[in-house]
């Protein structure tokens, strides 16, 4: 498997940019990064001189000299690796697809039928297969999977996330009520909790140490899933010491409905909460209404926040007020909530985080709304590492941390105004003029996959195009 | 020329998907399209029987026996070209760049000091050259262009779009006042007149009958324009029968400003139309914030509106009210308005467009403000042809209009998860159980321009892609 196969020492050399805080980006342009054997950065060296790296990987000691040196030549620099907070894998093949609806007949008209054929193995293959290969070609290194209520296609994604390298929390989906169709629910509580519980076991069972694949409690939100449903999976939660994922305030119509069948409780947050699945390990995807006090619960249990703009603008969800958010102290990432959101791409919801803040800004007249490119990167970098609970191993290059990264090439314009391999290169058209800051505005707001050329999880190449070729040679030939 | 050189009769067999009107969308599955050596559609043929095409061909008498046959082969169909109704070609090396600015400041910061390095030639016919081929690449076969105030790179822009094959509107933009720095302004009225007179003889004298380049009169917008110089404009207009582009009331800051600057004038609309700018072959971008008395008076001149979403949303216009304007009648088409808009991409634009009504849904609570897919799609081609005044000759396939075409190919997923070149073939993932609604709907909501292999203007192939090669052969070889 490729998660297991050996690495060599390596270096990149190049300009490396990433995220120092929520507003500030480093952009590094003479770079150096030592990564070892076991996929961890070791030295993070700056400003290296013309001509310097021989003497400085001399430096570092015996172990560095044979090492590998992937440079970057042309125009392009590395960057963390995307982590995508939210995700529904057997969705995709419905990406694009929801016409008018909004959330909860979206669910009934395209989400359900599609899930439920995961119960069949080889089209979860395929369907998996095809989407991890479709996010780590846009340079998602971590993921937090929502799979199906099907035990052996959830561990058939934990297998192939594992075996492609793709760092992943998967997901069996739990849910019981009758708001899902009868064709395509657990059976009971004590079905939840047994194949919640076995499919746990199985992915602990292929990666004892959780270095790549993880596995996450996942009752789908709080109208799928009865009350003593909602208990079994916090008891699940405590007993096995699991992240715990679901949805929260995406929409009004849902917020309606939870207050219909959870009228005991105090808000949309306190189901969770009274359940026991509000934790300093729980991912909350959307919160796009949540109500001031919900808000305090959440910072006060310590549980993540996904925010989802494609989705939230696909589905007419509304709005998520992450200033306000990140200002309470919020933990917040990226999610692209395929296929609510129609794009498997982080880099494409780095851009919609950004539209979606500029909307909010057009409706309150609040300027401070508007999130800044370093904001929605920092997002999708740092801010989704510490959602998925991994801020000291991936989201920046620094030291002891492991090498989650894409290297990022873009095209430059000819004299005569043509690119060759513009179509391959992809959409961003460099001049030469433009500041290194300017390069990296171009990536975010008009970039795609073609300009990701190669990534790596925990120091292994998962992912490379054509593009990549002559990047890598040995430190001394 | 590209324009000039001959074409054959050539025969487009597959499947093609048009608009029959704003809401419903016409999906033929087996098609043929007859098109002459002039580019003209002369037959449109439906459900054409399993190996009956060479009889059908037959039936068309003998200047049909030896014409090519470009026939789809894999999943995909042909679409009508796109029609870009606002867009400024100096500004290409911007896009992606505006930080948190809005109109005003970014004109002072981004614009004008690019679109002033223009007076240099050979870097205007840079820029040119490699706009024309992304916008051709994205499927754009009809543009209307803003150049900037310089004749040489105006002309040299319709030079190019000439010999590439683009349709396009190119203007000569005019703007005298002292909003727009010095260093990039017309330096007295007869000099915006003056030089718009000879950039409007000059596009003349290379296609006299407006075939493929036509010129348009571009007074950059009502602030960037003394009163004289606008009359200037406006007899312009009238003296040579051209085209008018202006933006009109994209920002509230500019909105305040124009009243300011024009205290006599009823209105934002009313300036133009004082001045003789508001014809029936005005195009006027944005309109986000237009009046009720405004909206009357743009229907009663019969000017039409180019809608630019992208942009609209990445500097913080506004939402313009789509559903109401097409209500009342008006003309409207789609922009992509680059650099405010941070894409040269139509279909982006046309995702751009749905998301934006969804955001005005979610503000007032109309659900009818959403704009369906079917709807995007329409006034990204026949409606943005009926704003450049050609919506008798392209924007969809009928008989008597010109071949204005793109071939779009989705790459279909293999049993195994895998696809062949996957990363060529472009983001659209095919499973194959979908209807022919659902693959529309998955390129408009996921393509890009790989998936756009081939386009034809006035049945000249003026783009294609290495996935176009082995569609074309001889009808009877």
Not at 128 to 155: C, D, E, K, M, W
Not at 354 to 382: N, Y
Not at 402 to 419: F, N, P, T, Y
Request: aromatic share 8%; with cysteine.
């Amino acid at each position: 498997m490729a998660a297991s196969s050996p690495i060599s020492n390596t270096v990149y050399v190049g300009p490396f940019v990433h995220s120092n805080s929520l507003s500030t980006l480093e952009i590094q342009e003479r770079g150096a990064i030592f990564v070892d054997s076991n996929g961890i950065i070791c030295f993070v060296e700056k400003d290296i001189q013309e001509g310097g790296l021989p003497d400085l990987i001399q430096q570092k000691g015996d172990s560095w000299t044979d090492a590998k040196i992937v440079e970057i030549t042309g125009t392009g620099f590395f960057f963390p690796g995307f982590i995508d907070t939210h995700v529904h894998a057997p969705q995709h093949p419905n990406t694009g697809l929801f016409g008018k609806t909004t959330l909860l007949d979206w669910l009934q008209k395209y989400t359900f039928p599609m899930e439920s054929s995961f119960s069949k193995l080889p089209l979860a293959y395929r369907v998996y297969q095809n989407f991890v290969s479709r996010t780590l070609s846009h340079g998602t290194t971590t993921a937090a999977y929502y799979a199906t209520i099907h035990v052996p296609a959830t561990n058939a994604l934990a297998d192939i996330c594992l075996a492609r390298g793709q760092r992943a929390l998967v997901g069996r989906v739990c849910m019981n009520s009758d708001l899902s169709p009868e064709y395509y629910r657990d059976s009971s509580t004590e079905t939840s909790y047994a194949d919640s519980k076995a499919s746990i076991n199985y992915i602990r069972s292929i990666d004892p140490k959780g270095e790549i694949v993880k596995p996450i409690i996942t009752p789908r939100f709080a109208p799928s899933c009865t009350p003593d449903c909602l208990t079994a999976m916090g008891r699940l939660a405590k007993e096995t010491d699991t992240h715990v994922q679901t949805h929260i305030s995406e929409n009004k119509g849902e917020i309606e409905l939870v207050k219909e069948l959870f009228p005991d409780s105090k808000s949309y947050a306190d189901v969770y909460d009274t359940h026991g699945l509000l934790t300093d390990k729980t991912i909350l995807a959307h919160a796009v209404h949540l109500t001031p006090e919900e808000r305090k619960l959440v910072l006060q249990r310590k549980s993540k926040i996904s925010h989802c703009p494609a989705s939230n603008t696909a589905i007419t969800s509304g709005c998520a007020p992450i200033r306000d958010l990140l200002d309470e102290g919020h933990t917040i990432g990226l999610g692209t909530d395929v296929s609510g959101g129609n794009s498997p791409s982080v880099l494409e919801n780095v851009r919609q985080a950004i539209w979606v803040s500029r909307h909010l800004c057009l409706q309150t007249s609040k300027d401070r709304a508007k999130l800044s490119t370093e904001e929605a990167l920092f997002l999708a970098t740092k801010g989704g590492a510490a959602v998925v609970g991994m801020q000291d191993k991936v989201g920046g290059f620094e030291v002891g941390m492991e090498w989650d990264a894409q290297m990022i090439s873009l095209g430059v314009v000819g004299e005569d105004g043509c690119r060759d391999g513009a179509f391959e290169e992809g959409p961003v058209d460099v001049f030469g003029w433009e500041s290194w800051s300017d390069l990296v505005e171009k990536w975010v707001y008009s970039g795609d996959d073609r300009n990701t050329v190669a990534v790596w999880v925990k120091g292994r190449l998962v992912h490379r195009t054509g593009r990549f070729a002559g990047a890598e040679r040995v430190a001394t030939p």
